[in-house]
């Protein structure tokens, strides 16, 4: 009897992984995102044993439609776009990909850090526009980011990287917030001593900058609300690498109007991509950026790598090497 499993490919995966697929599979490459492809996607779901992809999502009613699946590997750490509990009562695997991003998300906030703070986008765009006629002044000089305080909220690995950077590159004291305080002596030594937990609201009350890092749950979902972003120092900047649906988009524009906030910068967004009449697009104090978080060639493709392995394991019976608790709870 042929090992051979039906693999639904439901975003583009890099050539090398696709025939590593291909040499043991049975693989139809469809993205529902893309109309043409919906119609194969619809054909390919009932048969599909396992399916690899990212950016769609897989809830209830696409699980009713694949009555044989036996796993889903997520080409991204975040699992905000899978039903957990529905797929935990099917008993189908879900894999994901930590670790390979880590470095990558951490260096793309803090370009967001610093694009804020020294107003890298807006003074960029002076230049080529041709409006550096005169040498700048007050009105548009930045803010130090050495030595500001740092508020990281949700404090898994980018956000220790993200820490690393800070701390031990910019002198930048820093705060986190975590379900329960990380043994730094164990986990990560360099941060002894050089970042602290605190409390929701300390960390917000004492932080120059705040960067959320929190994944997408009913505990996180608006999170940062109008209370929140009251809490946070005047003339504070925030910053958002986790998910867009954690902060209130609505309060996050208030908090800048009224000048409490001095600026933001946005890697993710409630709805993306970014609807073209959302106020944040154009935003002139709002560093915008198209959820580019791991979007290097580089670690998209390690992304890529250990997704495929986590699949290939999976229909292979073995245990992958990235699996996603959904029976955990939000
Ligand atoms: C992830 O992997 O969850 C990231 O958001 C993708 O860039």
Same mark, same amino acid.
């Given at each position: ?12 995966? #890099? ?56 796993? $889903? ?24 990909? #930590? ?21 890298? $986008? ?88 705040? $960067? ?17 972003? @009251? ?54 104090? $709002?560093? @915008? ?42």
């Amino acid at each position: 009897m042929s090992d051979k499993k039906k693999v639904l490919v439901f975003r583009e995966l #890099p050539d090398d992984q696709l025939a590593r697929l291909i040499a043991v599979h049975d693989v139809t490459v469809a993205n529902p995102r893309i109309a043409a492809q919906k119609a194969a996607f619809d054909a390919a779901l009932p048969g599909a044993q396992g399916l690899i992809g990212s950016s769609y999502p897989i809830d209830s009613a696409v699980l009713a439609r694949a009555p044989k699946l036996e796993v $889903v590997s997520s080409v991204s750490v975040g699992v905000d776009n899978y039903e957990l509990a529905a797929l935990h009562a099917r008993g189908i695997l879900l894999c994901h990909t #930590p670790g390979v991003l880590t470095e990558t998300v951490a260096d793309t906030v803090f370009a967001l850090l610093m694009a804020t703070s020294r107003r890298v $986008v807006e003074l960029a765009n002076l230049v080529r526009e041709g409006r550096w006629n005169k040498n700048i002044g007050p009105e548009l000089f930045g803010r130090d980011v050495h030595g500001k305080t740092l508020g990281i909220l949700g404090f898994g690995r980018i956000g220790q990287a993200l820490a690393r950077r800070a701390a031990l590159g910019f002198g930048m004291p820093v705060l986190y917030h975590a379900r329960r305080p990380v043994d730094l002596a164990a986990q990560a030594p360099e941060l002894a001593g050089r970042a602290q937990h605190a409390s929701f609201a300390d960390l917000l009350a004492r932080s120059d900058i705040v $960067v959320a890092m929190l994944p997408l749950s009913e505990s996180t979902r608006g999170l940062m609300n109008a209370d929140a972003f @009251a809490q946070m120092k005047p003339g504070s900047i925030f910053i958002n690498g986790g998910r867009g649906a954690t902060v209130r988009e609505d309060a996050l524009l208030a908090a800048l109007d009224s000048g409490h906030l001095h600026a933001a910068g946005l890697d993710v967004f409630a709805t993306e991509p970014l609807p073209l009449d959302s106020p944040l697009r154009t935003h002139p104090r $709002v560093t @915008a950026l198209p959820h580019i978080g791991s979007a290097t060639h580089e670690t998209r493709h390690g992304m890529a790598v250990l997704a495929t392995s986590n699949l290939l394991q999976a229909l292979a019976g073995e245990r992958p090497a990235a699996t996603y608790d959904t029976g955990a709870g939000a």
